[in-house]
Every structure is written in structure tokens, then in C-alpha cells.
């Protein structure tokens, strides 16, 4: 049966109105200025319009967050000019500003200041203000919980409080919400230029932190803000704000009206400086604080602490000092302050604190540690106006920003774990601490140098797991310091170990630690990561809800966006026991949307990190930019993956421009695992995209792919160009489990295109070289000369025998003499067309012509070196990860055991000062 069409049109309408209340119920409505999706703000890839935004806020219920990416966003959003809309937010709504458009909590956002996203009253002509929103934002009658954070908000004209409208007036009415990191400027009114607190007959007592009120204009009073308690309440606490370039006539930058009411403003830890009063008497005017009760009916009692008051004046009288204007009985209370021309009271006085042109303190400002000393982060606050930890030693300092040492260009910052002297990083005597390294890295300029001692440092002192220790461009961080060295060359970084560690909460618990312990975005080639261990990161956002770059839990290198770079060299470090439940265990290497990003890795151990989907050690993303690193003297060991690529993954999506791969030279691959395939490397090339990877003196050892391709598997379209490369590497007893349709179990490559795979001057054995071709793909193709491979493979100079290793069952893959790998390679080679040295760092061509595989026999054999403490059979423990034979010079400079009942040989032992050589029982060494 049809129903009518008035029943229709109510079954209709109820489905449309019950639809849209359980989209406004919804606990998080994502915003961008265009909107995405089918724009019902139920994701980032739903996201609402900035056309939306003004409506749906309106209508908004209790406990409604909305996360609003950057951009400009408009009262009226354009499609209209009627200036008495605004940006209402009811109670208890919460809106957040400066998201990426990708974050899955509130604390990934990168805020700056001022933020990315805009709100504006700008409506009409953009060069006549006379036809801009009256309010840009209203709160009414709304509670403590009400807030918006990180939102510029400017352009507001003609009411009172064009910016900011907080109306609590009214019998039994009150309206106190947060206002955070919000940046508040530009903006003209009559009362209130910036903000308007209106407590006439009800009450306003807004929370006001970290925001900066800056070049808002008020034709009568009350530039940056008017607190009004006419009859009524009015109390706002400000906390970390800097007020700067307002002006009105009665009160340039605060104007507190009481009369027959109570207004009570609390100021901790402001800047007030530069605003004018525009009074034509001076006398009468105030550019910093007009306090009002006439006839002494009224309660006005401000308080200002660790605040710096200068530079205020009046416009007809700009030498003036016009600090404070009281009309009537007020009892101000100016404590630990920096007041011009001085101001009665505990802690004041009259020094210029000069302010850089930030507004931030320099080295020598009096306002350095002469705040309250009573004065915690509990009653202030925990960071300041920039971000960074209020209390930098000891005690805090006046005004907004907290003093950091800005250091630049050969500045030389020495840190140890507890610091010492006055912390301020000027040689060891006076070193930072480890709670300050993070903030202080933060604002490093490029060209200075971190010297940095043995111990744990963390980035952070909270459980906030979105911090990270953040490498400016151009800056160096060295560790490996024991705390006395004044010359790089005498730190011991094996000794003394630096670490840097994410694990910020329970030692036990890798759930709570950071997701990213280094960040690395948009640095220079001069950018330098060198004797430091990185460990310990967790990156466990959920993909789902976050389009974040979610990896490199050691090491994150962002490098995204058209026209941005990041580069960097990490030298002499660690990446050990990190995760990502997606992509890149250790290191992410992030060139997406058209992005350059490139590492330099040397002498570099990249162990025991795990990833969920993609790149156990390392994530190469190139799309449509190129993403990738060089490697050099480095180790790849025990990274896991539970999909593709267990040490390294490289990704160039659909694009001509993209580009992914690693060029790697003397490394050594052993025990990674791909519970998929790849159990080395994984390739994933689509149309048009190019990885053309290449390996030089590299071991390949004992790696494990549960399904196929032990050593590098491809997956690529037929229109990308891919090319692995494997000049003097040697292959041994690489495995996977799966029947194939390849000709063997055990194959170390897998591929799915017509990819080309060159082999020069190596050595394939046990389990090593097969073709295992993905079904129903095609096979690729082989450039495979002058190679030892088992089971034959024909080719210029190829062989099957034997290569006789030194020691293969200890992990020793050097030739005994007589060897037929040794003089059987390219005789065409060189040491340019190769390269200069081998695995172990020996001349490359010892006799006229090259051997095969990773080392080069050498007539006449350099020491093999321990490279740390611990075990003779441990790979680890020497340099280059190989066992000593019996041909070998050894040098040990650190404490080796060797193990019950074990045999170990060697034709001569040296010893440094440090070496030494422990027999467990029934051990031996055999000395040829």
C-alpha cells in the first residue's frame, strides 16, 4: 500500500532529523575546508566542510568534539554576508584547530603558534572591515568544559568583543569557558576589542591560557580585552599569554569594570607590553590596565605574578609611563614582576627585562629565575607559551615564555643525565640535564652541536606519547661522552652508551611508550645523528581512525610535500627494539605527496625492530617524490616483519615520479624474518613508479621468509621499472618454508613482473639462489656473470664448486686459500666499476683480478677487531659481524669470553688496554 505524500513526507522527515541528531551525537566531527567523503564530519575521510562548520557547531550537543584541520574558515562560510552570525559553541563542546587532516587523537597535532586553522569575520570586500562579522566567536551561558583550542581568531568588527563574545550576563546566568593556544588578533570593537567578558548581572570567569592577544582595537575601552562585572561577576584567570599592540582608549590591552559588581582578573606568568592607550588625556588613560569603580561601588581587586608589564603607553603621550589607570578604590596586587617605572610590592622591580623582538628572554634578562619561588607547574602551569617546559632550573621566570637558550651556529651544548652548574649547556661543569635535552632540541638553529654523555634520556617527563626528540636542520647530536672530553676523538661510544628511549611509563609495558622517538622533518645533508642508541618507540596509533604517517618508531624522516626535503646522516648508532603495528620498525623514510627524503646510514646496527605490515628495520616511501637511503658498514639483524620485507621495504606508488630504493655498501643482513614474503627486502613498484636498489660487499646470511623470497621479494606492475643489483655479496643459507610453483622450496627471490635481476662477481649456496615465481605471474628476467652459484646457472664465468669458507659453521665467510672464488670474478672489474674495499674493509683487488663473494682474500690479512663486549661466537661482538678463523690477525680491545667447551681459532691475538680474553671451562684457543 503507497503512502500518502503528506505521510511520506513526515516518514521522511523523521528519518532525515533522526539521521542527523546521531550525526550531532557523535562523540568527534572532523572538519577541512572542503570536506570529503559523503561530508557527515564522521572521519577524516568524511570529513565536514568549512561551508558546515558555522551550522553544525550551533547545534552541537553536550560532549561533541570537533577537529578542525587547517585553514580558513568563514562565519558565514561565504555564503552569505550577514554579520550577526558567528561561531556559536554551546556547552560543554569542545573545538580543536591545527590538525594535518590525518590524526587519530588530539595529541598529534603539531601545533604552532599561530595555528594553521583560521576562523574569520571577514565576509564581504576585504578591504572594508565595516561589512565583517560582529563576533567571530560567541559563547553563552556555557561551562568550564566549553573550549576551543588552537584557533586564530580575527577579523571581527563592530560588537562588543569582536573576536571573542563570552556572555554570561544576565540574573542566574554564567559563562566561563577554556580559551587554549588560541591566537587572538585583529580584530575592532567598541568594548573589548579581542575579547568581551560579559558578567552584567550574571557571571563570566573564563580560563584564558597560552593565547596571544595581539593588534585588536577598541573605539572606547578595553583594546585587547574588557572584563565587565557591572552588577554582576566577572573573574578571568589568564595564564601564559602575551598581549601585545592593542589599543583603546581607557585600558590599550585590559580594561576591568566593577561597579557594584566584582571583577577580579588573575594574571600569571603575561606579557603585557607595547599596547596604547588612545585617551586624549593621558592622565585618564591607561595603555596597559584601566581599573574602574566608580564611586567605590564595587569590588575590583586584580592580581598580576611573574609578569612583565612594559612598553605600554599613551598615544598622546608616548614617553608617558601608562601602566596602570585605577578610578576609584582598587586593590591591585602585582607580585615577582617586571613593572617600567617600578610598582610597590613582594618580588617587583623596575629592570628592563629587554625582550628579544619575540618577546622571549634573552641570555642576560633580569627576569630569569625571579618569578614567585613559591610558584610549581601544579599553580601555573606545565608549559609555557611556546610549548616548552615552564620550570627550566629550578625556578620559574617571569612573563610568558620561559627562558631557553636559543643556540645557533658553534654553540657546543654539553648534556648529562643530571646536569650540572647553572644547566645552561656551556661545558661540561654546566651541563643540561636530561629533562631539559628534548626542549632545548626543539629550538636548536642550525650549526650547533650536542655533545651528549652517557645515560638515558626520554622526551619527554609526562606520559604524553606523542612527543619525540626533535632534530632541527642542520643541528648534530653526539653521544658516546663519559663527561670530561673537550675533542670529539676522545669519546669511547661502545663504553659510554647514550641512549634515547621512548619508554616513558611502565619499563614493562611497550604500550605506553612514545610513538616516535626522533623526528627528523625537513633537515639539510648537514643534519647529524652519531653515537646514539634509538630505541624503545611503539607507534600503535590506529590506522582506522588515523591517516598519520604511522612508523619509524625509532626514527621518523619527514620529508613530505612538493618542494620539501629531508636529509640526514645517522653514523656510529643503534635503531634496536622498536615497533610499528604498520610500517618501518626502525626508521620510516617518508617522501610522500611529492616529497624528497634520503638518509645517509654508516657504521650503523639496525636490530631487533618489528613492524605489523611493511619494513621490519627500514620504510621507504617514494610517492611522487624520491624516498630512500645509502648504506654503508651497516647491520640489519633480527628485524621482524609480519608481512613484507623483514629488514627493508620500498614503496613507489602509481607515478612516474616515484621513486624508492637503498643503495647499500659492506652490510650485512642476518636472521630477519618475514612471516610473508621478503625476508631481506620487499620491493612495491606500481605503474610508472622505479626501484632499482643496489647491493655492493654485502653478506646475506641465515634470513627467513615464511612464504617465499628469503632474500627480496618483487611485487611490481608491468609498466614500473624495477632492477635489484648485487655486485660481491655473498648468499648463504637464506630459507623459506612454502611449496611454490618455483623449481625448489627454498627460493630467494620472489617476483610477479618482468623486473631484471643482476648478479656480478657473487656467491650462492645453501638454500641460496632459486626463482620462485609468484602463480600466474611472469618470470623475471637474470643477468647472472662470474658467480659461484649451487646448482649452475649459465652465464659468462659462472661456476658450481664449492667456495671453501674459513668457517661457515661460526659464520665466517672468507676464502681458505685455494679457493675457486678467489681471482674467478670480472677480470673487466676495478676498484671503480666494484668498489675499493671489501666487507672487512680490505683493499677490494688484492691480486690483479677480483675474488668472488663479499671478501676479497687477502695475501696479506689486516686484525679482525672486537667491535664490543661479550661472547668470541657471538657474530656481534666483532667488527663486520664475522667470526675469527684460523688465518686471522685478531685485536681485542674489549672483555671476550669464550664459551664452555668451545674451540676458537686464530693465527695471532693482540690486546689494547682495555682487551681482555676469558676461558670458560674446557674452552680453547687455537693460535695457527
Not at 601545533?111 to 567571530?136: C, I, K, M, R, Y
Not at 585587547?224 to 573573574?235: R, S
Amino acid at each position: 500500500m503507497l503512502l500518502s505524500t503528506h505521510k511520506l513526507l513526515i516518514v521522511l522527515f523523521l528519518a532525515f532529523w533522526f539521521g542527523l541528531s546521531a550525526a550531532f551525537g557523535q562523540t568527534v566531527v572532523y572538519v577541512t575546508p572542503s570536506g570529503a567523503g559523503d561530508q557527515t564530519g564522521s572521519s577524516w575521510g568524511n570529513a565536514l566542510s568549512g561551508t558546515q562548520l558555522q551550522p553544525r557547531l550551533a547545534v552541537a550537543t553536550t560532549g561533541t568534539q570537533f577537529w578542525v584541520a587547517g585553514g580558513l574558515y568563514k562565519t558565514t562560510a561565504g555564503l552569505s554576508n550577514d554579520r550577526s552570525l558567528s561561531f556559536l559553541i554551546p556547552s560543554a563542546v569542545q573545538v580543536y584547530g591545527g590538525f594535518g587532516g590525518f590524526e587519530g587523537s588530539v595529541s598529534e597535532r603539531e601545533l604552532t603558534q599561530p595555528s594553521s586553522t583560521t576562523f574569520s569575520g571577514e565576509l564581504g570586500n576585504s578591504s572594508d572591515q565595516e561589512d565583517n562579522a560582529f563576533h567571530v566567536v560567541t559563547f553563552k551561558n556555557v561551562s568550564s568544559v566549553t573550549r576551543i583550542d588552537g584557533i586564530v581568531v580575527t577579523r571581527g568588527r563592530g560588537g562588543d568583543g569582536a573576536g571573542i563574545f563570552n556572555d554570561g550576563a544576565g540574573t542566574g546566568n554564567r559563562s566561563d569557558p577554556t580559551i587554549t593556544n588560541c591566537y587572538i588578533t585583529e580584530n575592532v570593537a567598541s568594548y573589548g576589542g579581542g575579547i568581551y567578558n560579559g558578567g552584567y548581572q550574571g557571571s563570566a570567569n573564563p580560563i584564558i591560557i597560552n593565547c596571544v592577544i595581539s593588534r585588536n582595537t577598541a573605539y572606547t575601552n578595553g583594546g585587547g580585552v574588557y572584563n565587565n562585572g557591572y552588577q554582576g561577576q566577572c573573574n578571568p584567570t589568564f595564564t601564559n599569554c602575551l598581549s601585545v599592540g592593542n589599543q583603546g582608549r581607557d585600558g590599550g590591552a585590559y580594561y576591568n569594570e566593577a561597579y557594584s559588581g566584582v571583577c577580579n582578573p588573575v594574571f600569571r606568568n603575561c606579557t603585557i607590553i607595547e599596547n596604547q592607550s588612545t585617551h586624549y588625556y593621558p592622565s585618564d588613560g591607561s595603555g596597559t590596565m584601566y581599573n574602574d569603580v566608580p564611586g567605590n561601588q564595587g569590588n575590583c581587586s586584580p592580581t598580576l605574578v611573574n609578569c612583565i608589564v612594559w612598553g605600554n603607553s599613551s598615544m598622546y603621550a608616548p614617553s608617558s609611563n601608562a601602566s596602570v589607570f585605577n578610578n576609584g578604590t582598587v586593590n591591585l596586587t602585582i607580585t615577582y614582576s617586571s613593572v617600567q617605572g617600578g610598582y610597590a610590592g613582594t618580588g617587583n622591580d623596575g629592570t628592563n627585562p629587554n625582550l628579544q623582538a619575540d618577546f622571549r628572554l634573552p641570555t642576560n634578562s633580569s627576569a630569569i629565575n625571579s618569578g614567585d619561588p613559591n610558584s610549581t607547574t601544579a599553580t601555573i602551569s606545565e608549559l609555557d607559551l611556546a610549548l616548552k617546559p615552564r620550570i627550566r632550573d629550578g625556578r620559574i621566570d617571569r612573563g610568558a615564555y620561559e627562558y631557553w637558550l636559543r643556540y645557533g651556529p658553534g654553540f657546543r651544548v654539553h648534556v648529562t643525565p643530571n646536569g650540572a652548574g647553572d644547566r645552561s649547556g656551556e661545558g661540561w661543569s654546566n651541563a643540561l640535564s636530561a629533562t631539559q635535552l628534548a626542549g632545548v632540541l626543539v629550538d636548536a638553529l642550525a650549526g650547533t652541536e650536542f655533545w651528549v654523555a652517557a645515560g638515558l634520556y626520554r622526551p619527554t617527563q609526562s606520559r604524553n606519547r606523542a612527543m619525540s626528540f626533535q632534530i632541527n636542520s642542520g643541528v648534530k647530536i653526539y653521544g658516546g661522552f663519559a663527561g670530561n672530553e673537550t675533542d670529539l676523538n676522545q669519546r669511547n661510544i661502545n663504553t659510554n652508551q647514550t641512549v634515547l628511549t621512548g619508554n616513558i611509563g611502565s619499563q614493562s609495558d611497550y604500550g605506553d611508550n612514545v610513538f616516535q622517538v626522533v623526528k627528523l622533518k625537513n633537515t639539510s645533508p648537514s643534519t647529524r645523528l652519531d653515537g646514539l642508541i634509538i630505541r624503545d618507540g611503539y607507534e600503535s596509533r590506529d590506522y582506522a581512525t588515523s591517516r598519520y604517517p604511522k612508523g619509524g618508531a625509532g626514527i621518523y624522516a619527514d620529508g613530505r610535500g612538493f618542494g620539501n626535503r629531508c636529509e640526514a646522516v645517522i653514523v656510529n648508532c643503534t635503531i634496536t627494539s622498536n615497533r610499528s603495528s604498520n610500517v618501518g620498525g626502525g626508521i620510516y623514510i617518508d617522501a610522500d605527496d611529492g616529497g624528497y627524503c634520503w638518509l645517509t646510514i654508516e657504521s650503523t646496527g639496525v636490530t631487533s625492530n618489528i613492524a605489523s605490515n611493511y619494513g621490519g628495520g627500514i620504510y621507504c616511501l617514494g610517492n611522487l617524490g624520491v624516498g630512500g637511503a645509502t648504506l654503508s658498514k651497516c647491520s640489519f639483524v633480527s628485524n621482524t616483519v609480519f608481512g613484507f620485507g623483514g629488514a627493508i621495504n620500498c614503496f613507489a606508488p602509481n607515478s612516474t615520479n616515484s621513486r624508492s630504493t637503498v643503495n647499500a655498501d659492506q652490510c650485512v643482513f642476518f636472521n630477519n624474518l618475514s612471516s610473508y614474503i621478503g625476508g631481506v627486502m620487499h620491493l612495491q613498484v606500481n605503474t610508472g613508479g622505479k626501484s632499482l636498489p643496489t647491493f655492493k660487499n654485502c653478506l646475506f646470511n641465515d634470513n627467513f621468509a615464511s612464504q617465499s623470497g628469503s632474500v627480496v621479494a618483487v611485487q611490481a606492475s608491468f609498466y614500473a621499472e624495477v632492477s635489484p643489483t648485487f655486485i660481491n655479496s655473498t648468499f648463504v643459507n637464506n630459507r623459506v618454508t612454502r611449496v611454490g610453483t618455483g623449481t625448489t622450496l627454498n627460493s630467494m627471490i620472489e617476483s610477479t613482473c618482468t623486473s631484471t635481476y643482476r648478479f656480478q662477481n657473487s656467491i650462492i649456496r645453501d638454500f641460496g639462489y632459486v626463482y620462485h615465481a609468484s602463480q600466474n605471474y611472469i618470470a623475471p628476467n637474470y643477468n647472472i656473470t662470474y658467480s659461484n652459484i649451487q646448482g649452475g646457472f649459465a652465464g659468462t664465468g659462472n661456476i658450481d664448486a664449492d667456495p671453501l669458507f674459513v668457517d661457515p659453521a661460526n659464520g665466517n665467510y672468507r676464502l681458505q686459500s685455494g679457493s675457486p672464488s678467489i681471482n674467478t670474478g670480472d677480470p673487466a672489474s676495478t676498484t671503480t666499476s666494484v668498489s675499493a674495499t671489501d666487507l672487512a674493509g680490505n683493499p677490494r683487488i688484492d691480486n690483479s683480478r677480483v675474488d668472488m663473494g663479499a671478501y676479497e682474500r687477502q695475501t696479506v690479512t689486516g686484525p679482525i677487531l672486537t667491535l664490543k663486549e661479550g661472547s668470541w661466537n657471538d657474530p656481534l661482538t666483532w667488527l663486520y659481524q664475522q667470526l675469527p678463523g684460523s688465518d686471522d690477525t685478531i685485536l681485542i680491545r674489549h672483555r671476550v669470553g669464550l664459551p664452555a667447551s668451545y674451540v676458537g681459532k686464530a693465527r695471532t691475538v693482540q690486546y689494547e688496554a682495555n682487551g681482555q680474553l676469558v676461558f670458560s671451562p674446557e674452552a680453547r684457543l687455537n693460535l695457527n
